[in-house]
């Protein structure tokens, strides 16, 4: 079995990168600085940033469609793990990371807008890729975390820190509305497979099978993290992904109930409804009318 190591608390991340504990709940660290290891999986119980160099030793990157070559931000929220190639060889860590734990959130504003940072929740290779400039931005905004973590922690100590910290996650929301906007071409594919994986979807057996296609289903079947997929979505046609699946479902709907030789309960069975109470219901309030309605209307023009 391959090796795992856990970080369930800050102390223990600086003690394997040989680092000082400044603070209990947070660590800023130059990797550079670290000894060299042999590469393992690692569990992660805290928040975790890294920068990254384009090429290095302990993360596996897909760089198909890189948009800059300068840095790139990985980002990991407790629970999750980072999964490496080992092939034996020691090797000289490099970048920075930023860990926090969840306790240093309690009572902070940034505790209520982690939510908001879906990033943490994509993965790695929906990596947030950086210009040279946003990568300074980045590193002034891990000195001034740092400059509070080299001082005697006070009653202001934690705001500061949290503060700084959401200050450097709303530019991360910055730059990755960018990294959607520079990439429009690769997104525009994805789009278009989204629309390809629907139409084939609802002309199969699948909705009578499995039932309505989620966004997770639809993002695992693009090799892409439900959030991100969802995030990508809603930056390409303003739609939340559910609403564009929704969208895609009521046009399948009203050229279905053109047949006049299925009932609408067949149709929400062809459908994916387990209910045809509820095919109506999402017909209705997307179009205006209930599928009776709609059938009707349509037989009078």
């Known amino acids: 079995m391959e090796d ?3 970080f369930d608390s800050v102390s223990q991340y600086n003690a394997f990168n040989q680092q000082e504990t400044l603070h209990p709940l947070v660590t800023v660290i130059d990797l550079s600085t670290a000894s060299p290891r042999h590469k393992a999986s690692q569990y992660m119980g805290c928040y975790g940033v890294f920068l990254k160099e384009v ?41 920075h990371a930023l860990v926090f734990h969840p306790d240093l959130l309690h009572g902070t504003s940034l505790n209520a807008k982690m939510n908001e940072y879906t990033f943490f929740g994509y993965q790695v290779n929906e990596a947030l890729h950086l210009s040279k400039r946003e990568t300074q931005m980045v590193m002034d905004c891990f000195d001034k975390i740092k400059y509070e973590l080299e001082h005697t922690i006070d009653k202001h100590s934690r705001k500061l820190i949290a503060t700084n910290i959401e200050l450097f996650l709303d530019y991360c929301m910055r730059f990755y509305d ?3 906007i520079t990439r429009e071409i690769v997104h525009k594919g994805t789009l278009e ?16 099978n499995i039932g309505l296609p989620s966004v997770a289903y639809c993002a695992g ?25 929704q969208s ?13 030789n299925k009932t609408i ?12 109470q509820h095919f109506s219901r999402v017909f209705k309030q997307r179009v205006g009318q209930s599928p009776n ?3 009707l209307l349509k037989d009078l023009n």
């Open 265 to 276: 309960n067949e149709i929400a069975f062809e459908l994916g409804f387990k209910y045809p």
């Open 55 to 95: 090429i290095c030793g302990d993360i596996k990157y897909g760089k198909e469609y890189y948009d800059y070559q300068e840095g790139t931000l990985v980002f990991m929220a407790p629970g999750q793990v980072f999964t490496v190639e080992n092939d034996g060889q020691l090797y000289q860590p490099k970048g």
């Open 178 to 180: 960018r990294q959607f």
């Open 193 to 208: 497979r989204f629309e390809l994986l629907l139409s084939s979807y609802f002309s199969s057996d699948k909705p009578i």
């Open 4 to 6: 795992l190591i856990r």
């Open 293 to 295: 309605e709609y059938r």
């Open 248 to 260: 895609k479902l009521i046009l399948v709907a009203k050229e279905k109930i053109f047949d006049r």
């Open 221 to 245: 079947e693009m090799n892409l993290s439900a959030k991100y997929f969802g995030d990508l979505i809603k930056k390409a046609t303003g739609q939340t992904a559910q609403e564009y699946i």
